[in-house]
């Protein structure tokens, strides 16, 4: 329960967040209603909202406008978010290009649309039990981090099913087929729970490590860097809880780090600006976000990782490639080299990113 509440917690955190940033469009949503006058400032009425202070000139005085004004406050949930989640979606070349060209009013900011995304995301993987392992015994081993990683996830599988098959209980319900069901499903992930860790340990060093063996190279420093490399032995836990915080706190450094490398793509393309190129980063990283919530989601409502993996490789470098061909206007020979180079450079963006939270952990 206190994994939902600091899921939702972060979620909240991050909508008010994306509404600070996301300007107010004052776009007409509907006609008059018969108000001359705003009730907030005295200006004479001449559409939906007043031409000087913004507010709506309907007053809603009922008590389902309260839960929408409570729903657009926290989530921010307007016609701006319909019209860009689709075009998002499948179109994302499309919505970039049109927002670049001026077409802002109708659609929800790139940032906006970020920091929603990234915060909306820790919050799921935080409510569904997908986290880092933050407590460890004398010893690291690889084959325990992975071990517990993925019985983070097989455990949020069998809280859910438990929680059904006492629901099925309570009520009285003759419906033993659906029972039978959820026990043989919980006994096979009891039994795979107890597979992990033989399957880690074919995909691991057989040979567990200390703290003691473990080297880092962040800033090239070595004083510096062995000062970091302190903290994470003396206490990985605390390390590992504070990278994970730090990664969407700071996300939007993959902003800057992702920058030059966009440039370079298009050194010899001189009508393609820096702005251009921050749109592009933007709106791909928010994608991205929201695809790993749906994905997150799938894992806990218990689809199988199969088909969650051929999402992940199918449709992330599809969406990439199809944003970066119809963002720019490129060939298909064009787009494609591009999509290759830009999947070497992205190695490097998160090794950057990694490292940039390792430096901030460390304080």
Not at 132 to 161: C, H, K, L, Q, Y
Not at 286 to 302: D, T, Y
Not at 341 to 357: H, K, M, R
Request: proline share 4%.
């Amino acid at each position: 329960m206190s994994d939902i509440a600091e899921g939702l917690g972060v979620a909240i955190e991050g909508s008010i967040t994306a509404k600070a940033v996301e300007p107010h469009d004052g776009a007409a949503t509907s006609a008059p209603t018969g108000e001359t006058e705003c009730a907030n400032c005295g200006a004479p009425l001449t559409g939906p909202y007043c031409n000087q202070c913004g507010q709506k000139a309907h007053i809603h005085r009922t008590l389902p406008a309260i839960g929408h004004d409570l729903i657009h406050g926290v989530l921010h949930l307007d016609g701006k978010l319909a019209h860009t989640l689709p075009l998002l979606a499948f179109k994302p070349g499309r919505l970039t290009r049109r927002y670049i060209e001026g077409e802002r009013a109708k659609f929800v900011s790139p940032m906006a649309m970020f920091l929603f995304s990234v915060f909306a995301m820790f919050a799921v993987f935080q409510m569904v039990g997908l986290s880092v392992p933050t407590s460890f015994g004398e010893n690291f081993s690889p084959r325990t981090a992975v071990a517990e990683m993925s019985e983070s996830m097989i455990d949020a599988r069998i809280v859910e099913i438990n929680r059904q098959i006492e629901e099925i209980d309570a009520s009285g319900s003759s419906n033993d087929t659906l029972r039978t069901e959820l026990q043989d499903e919980f006994n096979d992930l009891k039994e795979m729970r107890t597979q992990v860790d033989s399957a880690a340990a074919e995909a691991m060093p057989e040979t567990d490590l200390s703290w003691d063996d473990v080297d880092m190279v962040i800033t090239g420093n070595e004083a510096f860097d062995k000062g970091i490399l302190k903290k994470w032995r003396e206490n990985p836990g605390l390390m590992l809880y504070k990278l994970q915080a730090n990664g969407y706190k700071f996300g939007w450094l993959l902003i800057p780090i992702s920058l030059p490398f966009m440039m370079l793509l298009f050194l010899w393309r001189r009508r393609h600006k820096a702005y251009d190129h921050t749109v592009f980063i933007t709106y791909s990283l928010s994608f991205m976000s929201l695809f790993f919530i749906a994905l997150s989601l799938a894992v806990a409502v218990g689809v199988a990782a199969g088909g969650v993996f051929a999402a992940l490789v199918i449709v992330a470098p599809f969406h990439v490639y199809k944003h970066l061909r119809y963002t720019y206007g490129l060939s298909r020979f064009s787009a494609i080299w591009r999509f290759f180079a830009l999947f070497f450079f992205i190695t490097i963006i998160l090794g950057l990113f990694l490292n940039s939270l390792l430096l901030l952990g460390a304080f």
